[in-house]
């Protein structure tokens, strides 16, 4: 790869359970460790240790106002500059930040993923190149409820309960909007490595990939 100047800058978005999280994982598995590097949108949720643990529940986390943004872009801006960052660990069980911080060294192709990134300027501005991932609201429930429930703890009302009042009019206010700032709109039809393939193909003329 031929080095730029600063780190190119992939942003992955798309609705929760479309797919980013593997096409974020087959795309640095096609890159390599030694010149991608990856922060998630989701590890800059707000800190709700304040709030009594039964409140918490009630947070929308689908606005954009539940995450620091201004953290994200910051973080982007110092990987930009050849530094590396700490970024925080989030605990979707207790919905609190923990003590410990992963560093994240700058490195050639620098991928973010969630589903709001295209939804707020300052971080849509901050990518060179802004991918969305478009599945079915059906398909993307269903990924969203086996998730929470296997990995999060969940149980099925609740998953429920937070799609209809939540998730889904968030969706439709914020994620499904933004689509239109994209500049690549995978179909959910192909596999995460078909994915990854499509993208490299756009990188490949800015960065010199083979």
């Known amino acids: 790869m031929s080095l730029r100047l600063r780190p190119f800058c992939v942003a992955i978005a798309g609705g929760s359970g479309s ?3 593997s096409l974020t994982r087959a795309l640095v598995a096609a890159l390599g460790p030694d010149r991608s590097a990856v922060l998630d949108h989701d590890s800059y949720y707000r800190d709700l240790a304040h709030l009594d643990p039964r409140d918490r529940a009630e947070v929308n986390f689908d606005h954009p106002e539940a995450l620091e943004n201004d953290l994200l872009a910051e973080h982007l801006a110092k990987l930009r500059q050849g530094q590396a960052v700490q970024k925080p660990t989030y605990c979707f069980k207790t919905h609190t ?3 410990v911080a992963e560093t994240i060294q700058p490195r050639p ?4 993923e969630g589903i709001l990134l295209l939804a707020v ?12 991932v478009d599945t079915p609201p059906d398909v993307r429930a269903l990924r969203r409820l086996q998730r929470d429930i ?7 009302q609740s998953v ?5 009042d939540f998730v889904r009019p968030m969706h ?3 994620v499904e909007p933004a689509k239109a700032t994209a500049d690549l709109v995978l179909g959910w039809q192909h596999t995460p490595e078909q994915w990854a393939t499509t993208v490299l193909a756009t990188l490949r003329g800015q960065l010199g990939i083979a």
């Open 19 to 21: 797919g980013k999280t």
């Open 97 to 99: 930040r923990t003590n």
């Open 109 to 112: 192709v620098i991928v973010t």
């Open 121 to 132: 300027p300052e971080l849509r501005d901050a990518f060179d190149l802004r991918v969305f």
């Open 150 to 156: 296997v990995e999060r703890g969940r149980t099925v």
């Open 160 to 164: 429920v309960t937070q799609y209809l």
């Open 172 to 174: 439709e206010r914020f």
